[in-house]
């Protein structure tokens, strides 16, 4: 991917949801947003400022009312449903807060699942059990753990999981959605450095997604959204 | 580029994951399922027997009566007995010249619950079942047409097999159904010459005597009890006149088939007694129709269980969304779109039809092999195969569509719960 063309680039961005859901109507705005391949950015903000939504709009589940929403070049929010689908699962990972992991999968198949998705990621991965065995030695998982099922792990593990399921295939954009707010303190710097380094060496664009401002330096840009 | 084989053994997991739930579903499903070739199987078994069990004969004669229970008790040995017609009758009407062959046909007593059957000669000569197939011995011959062969007999298949009869034993018949005890014909033993080769018809559950030795064994009997101080004994019975007296029926062979209603005709303006000769294919037909109605409800309980089994697989897909949304949604944020977790629920029930057709068809091959020999026994109907045929795949294939119709609701659900949800289910 050409260094120019940001991976992210959001401008005018306008999502309402009405009012009728049972509480007021919302609205979020964003008049402009840019990550670069292989940078990182630190998104924060209180509870109800709209973090969800922005995450389902630049995963292609929402579209905006205006504005755009353009992804490594691509008028992403423009494309039909199935070709943003198509798209998500061909150059983003993602992460969340917690329940990452399919629970009756193991660990293995729960990593190899997007190269099932996307022929480009398993194309990229080449061999897909042998690319997620190096990730889950990079992510800290014991070789043992790999058949277990994914329920069987604990929380942190789970997480370094998900995080490897995330980066195979090395999709160029990765959203993680408070990953660590199930971690305790000193675990979550160390999963948020391992994190970074993976998608350095993934050459992925990084949006991490946070209430935690103590995390905020590990990262290249911060980004409030208010509410 | 989109992929789309995986999610077979994605739903597979994840039915295998809720299997408690599902299970019980599936047990529903298979024994509705059974009961739906069940009744297709015996319906069709049932029909193909009978007609399978005279195929030679174009007209079967006796007493006036219902045709149908004529046809009932001469060929296959059920219902109730009908009135004999004497042989003088049989004997003007067998020299008619476009009767090319005729078998008299003598029942009313037993051997161990299998019925006696005494007839001619002709019986081995002419007899047809299946598709026009003759009768074939697999061990000895047919009993002797004259004095020598009195006290001979021919063994159907599964008498043979069941009793564990061998050529040459001595059999004792019984008179009447055997059900009284007292009631042997003990003092006139049959030796065995000749064993038949199975049929699947009730020649196989049948005692063939000729028509002297019914008449030998009835000699020092009246009214259906032997005469007291009148016994004969089977050396000195063979030198009575052994001419019956009467038969229950006969079969009637034609020269040209063409010539069928016209005999037919004759036979019921018969004057020296009142006689009928029937078709036994239309008189099947007949019973077939009269029975359309029950088939038809059976049919369509059975098919209102499996109804109620797809109401239950339909509870449980939807409750189950429940705690699948999460699930559902891991598999947005991965890349499935709609069409892929519509696709997934649609697995899933058409996973469950196709389990619970085969294992339907599985269980009815199981009942079937148990419950076969009793329904040829009891009721005459031989289960022609344990594989299914045509309209039974075809049943099959409409069990396994309309599970696949069942899930179009849960997947419709799911697809609105994962556009409602997105990446994050609200929970």
């Given at each position: 991917?050409?260094a120019?063309?940001?991976a992210?680039?959001?401008?005018d961005?306008?999502?309402?949801w009405?009012a009728?859901?049972?509480?007021?109507?919302?609205?979020?705005k964003l008049?402009s947003l840019?990550?670069?391949?292989?940078n990182s950015?630190f998104?924060?903000?209180p509870?109800?400022?709209?973090?969800?939504t922005?995450?389902?709009?630049?995963?292609?589940?929402?579209?905006?009312?205006?504005?755009?929403?353009?992804?490594?070049?691509?008028?992403?929010?423009?494309?039909?449903?199935?070709?943003?689908?198509?798209?998500r699962?061909d150059?983003i990972g993602?992460?969340?807060?917690?329940?990452?992991?399919?629970?009756?999968?193991?660990v293995?198949?729960?990593?190899?699942?997007?190269?099932r998705?996307?022929?480009?990621?398993?194309?990229?991965?080449?061999?897909?059990?042998?690319?997620?065995?190096?990730?889950?030695?990079h992510?800290?998982?014991?070789?043992?753990?790999?058949?277990?099922?994914?329920h069987?792990?604990?929380?942190?593990?789970?997480?370094?999981?998900a995080?490897?399921r995330?980066?195979?295939?090395?999709?160029?954009i990765?959203?993680?959605d408070?990953?660590?707010?199930?971690?305790?303190?000193p675990?979550?710097?160390?999963?948020?450095?391992?994190?970074?380094a993976?998608?350095?060496?993934?050459?992925?664009?990084?949006i991490?997604?946070?209430?935690?401002?103590r995390?905020?330096?590990h990262?290249?840009?911060?980004?409030?959204?208010s509410a | 580029?989109?992929?789309?084989?995986?999610?077979?053994?994605?739903?597979?997991?994840?039915?295998w994951?809720r299997?408690?739930?599902?299970?019980?579903?599936?047990?529903?499903?298979?024994?509705?399922?059974?009961?739906?070739l069940?009744?297709?199987?015996l319906?069709h078994?049932?029909?193909?027997?009978?007609?399978?069990s005279?195929?030679?004969?174009d007209?079967?004669?006796?007493?006036?009566?219902s045709?149908?229970?004529?046809?009932?008790?001469?060929?296959?040995?059920?219902?109730e007995?009908?009135?004999?017609?004497?042989?003088?009758?049989?004997?003007?009407?067998?020299?008619?010249?476009?009767?090319?062959?005729?078998?008299?046909?003598?029942?009313?007593?037993?051997?161990?619950g299998?019925?006696?059957?005494?007839?001619?000669?002709?019986?081995?000569?002419?007899?047809?079942y299946?598709?026009k197939?003759?009768?074939?011995?697999?061990?000895?011959?047919?009993?002797?047409?004259?004095?020598?062969?009195?006290?001979?007999?021919?063994?159907?298949?599964?008498?043979?097999?069941?009793?564990g009869?061998?050529?040459?034993?001595?059999?004792?018949l019984s008179?009447?159904?055997g059900?009284?005890?007292?009631?042997?014909?003990?003092?006139k033993p049959?030796?065995?010459?000749?064993?038949?080769?199975?049929?699947?018809?009730?020649?196989?559950?049948?005692?063939?005597?000729?028509?002297?030795?019914?008449?030998?064994?009835?000699?020092?009997?009246?009214?259906?009890?032997?005469?007291?101080?009148?016994?004969v004994?089977?050396?000195?019975a063979?030198?009575?006149?052994?001419?019956?007296r009467?038969?229950?029926?006969?079969?009637?062979?034609?020269?040209?088939?063409?010539t069928?209603f016209?005999?037919?005709r004759?036979?019921?303006?018969?004057?020296?007694?009142?006689?009928q000769?029937?078709?036994?294919?239309?008189?099947?037909?007949?019973?077939?129709?009269?029975?359309?109605?029950?088939?038809?409800?059976?049919?369509?309980?059975?098919?209102?269980?499996?109804?109620?089994?797809?109401?239950?697989?339909?509870?449980?897909m939807?409750?189950?969304?429940g705690?699948?949304?999460?699930?559902?949604?891991i598999?947005?944020?991965?890349?499935?779109?709609?069409?892929h977790?519509?696709?997934?629920?649609?697995?899933?029930?058409?996973?469950?039809?196709?389990?619970?057709?085969?294992?339907?068809?599985?269980?009815?091959?199981v009942?079937?092999?148990?419950?076969?020999?009793?329904?040829?026994?009891?009721?005459?109907?031989?289960l022609?195969?344990?594989?299914?045929?045509s309209?039974?795949?075809?049943?099959?294939?409409a069990?396994?569509?309309?599970?696949?119709?069942?899930?179009?609701?849960?997947?419709?659900?799911?697809?609105?719960l994962?556009?409602?949800?997105?990446?994050?289910?609200?929970?």
């Amino acid at each position: 991917m050409n260094a120019s063309v940001p991976a992210i680039a959001i401008r005018d961005l306008e999502f309402r949801w009405p009012a009728t859901r049972g509480c007021d109507g919302f609205s979020l705005k964003l008049p402009s947003l840019a990550v670069n391949p292989e940078n990182s950015l630190f998104l924060h903000g209180p509870s109800g400022s709209g973090k969800s939504t922005l995450l389902n709009l630049v995963g292609g589940v929402l579209t905006p009312h205006s504005g755009c929403i353009e992804l490594l070049g691509q008028a992403f929010s423009a494309l039909p449903a199935a070709r943003r689908d198509a798209f998500r699962a061909d150059h983003i990972g993602f992460i969340f807060q917690q329940f990452n992991l399919i629970p009756y999968l193991s660990v293995l198949d729960n990593v190899v699942l997007p190269c099932r998705f996307s022929a480009r990621r398993a194309a990229q991965a080449a061999d897909a059990r042998a690319a997620a065995t190096t990730l889950l030695a990079h992510l800290d998982i014991a070789p043992d753990l790999h058949a277990r099922p994914a329920h069987a792990l604990s929380v942190g593990q789970q997480q370094r999981v998900a995080a490897a399921r995330a980066l195979i295939g090395k999709p160029e954009i990765l959203i993680a959605d408070e990953p660590t707010s199930a971690l305790d303190a000193p675990r979550q710097a160390a999963f948020v450095d391992l994190l970074l380094a993976e998608a350095r060496a993934n050459g992925s664009a990084l949006i991490f997604v946070s209430h935690d401002l103590r995390l905020a330096a590990h990262f290249d840009a911060v980004l409030e959204l208010s509410a | 580029m989109r992929r789309w084989r995986f999610l077979l053994p994605l739903a597979a997991a994840s039915a295998w994951n809720r299997r408690a739930t599902l299970g019980l579903t599936l047990i529903a499903i298979i024994l509705a399922s059974t009961l739906l070739l069940a009744v297709e199987r015996l319906r069709h078994d049932t029909r193909a027997s009978f007609a399978q069990s005279v195929s030679g004969a174009d007209l079967i004669v006796g007493a006036r009566s219902s045709p149908l229970q004529l046809v009932l008790y001469s060929v296959f040995r059920l219902g109730e007995a009908s009135n004999n017609i004497r042989w003088a009758s049989y004997r003007k009407i067998a020299d008619n010249p476009a009767i090319a062959w005729t078998i008299p046909l003598s029942l009313g007593d037993s051997h161990r619950g299998y019925p006696v059957l005494g007839t001619s000669a002709d019986y081995f000569r002419h007899f047809r079942y299946g598709f026009k197939t003759p009768l074939a011995f697999s061990v000895g011959r047919p009993f002797a047409d004259g004095r020598e062969g009195v006290f001979e007999a021919v063994l159907g298949a599964d008498v043979a097999r069941k009793l564990g009869y061998r050529n040459g034993e001595q059999i004792i018949l019984s008179h009447g159904s055997g059900a009284l005890t007292g009631q042997d014909h003990a003092d006139k033993p049959f030796s065995v010459v000749g064993i038949l080769s199975p049929t699947g018809t009730p020649v196989d559950r049948t005692v063939h005597v000729s028509l002297a030795a019914i008449e030998a064994i009835h000699l020092d009997w009246q009214g259906g009890l032997p005469l007291p101080g009148l016994a004969v004994a089977a050396d000195q019975a063979i030198e009575y006149d052994l001419t019956p007296r009467d038969i229950t029926a006969f079969l009637v062979g034609l020269h040209q088939r063409t010539t069928v209603f016209g005999i037919q005709r004759q036979i019921a303006g018969f004057k020296d007694e009142p006689l009928q000769a029937v078709l036994p294919g239309v008189v099947l037909d007949q019973l077939w129709q009269s029975l359309a109605f029950g088939e038809k409800l059976l049919r369509g309980l059975s098919w209102l269980i499996l109804s109620l089994g797809l109401a239950g697989l339909l509870a449980v897909m939807l409750a189950g969304l429940g705690e699948r949304r999460r699930e559902l949604a891991i598999l947005r944020a991965l890349g499935a779109g709609l069409p892929h977790i519509a696709t997934l629920l649609v697995l899933e029930s058409l996973l469950l039809g196709v389990l619970g057709a085969l294992g339907g068809l599985l269980l009815l091959t199981v009942v079937s092999t148990l419950a076969g020999p009793w329904l040829a026994e009891n009721w005459g109907i031989v289960l022609q195969s344990l594989l299914p045929g045509s309209d039974e795949w075809l049943l099959l294939a409409a069990i396994i569509a309309t599970c696949l119709l069942a899930g179009v609701l849960p997947a419709w659900r799911a697809s609105r719960l994962a556009l409602a949800d997105g990446l994050t289910p609200r929970l």
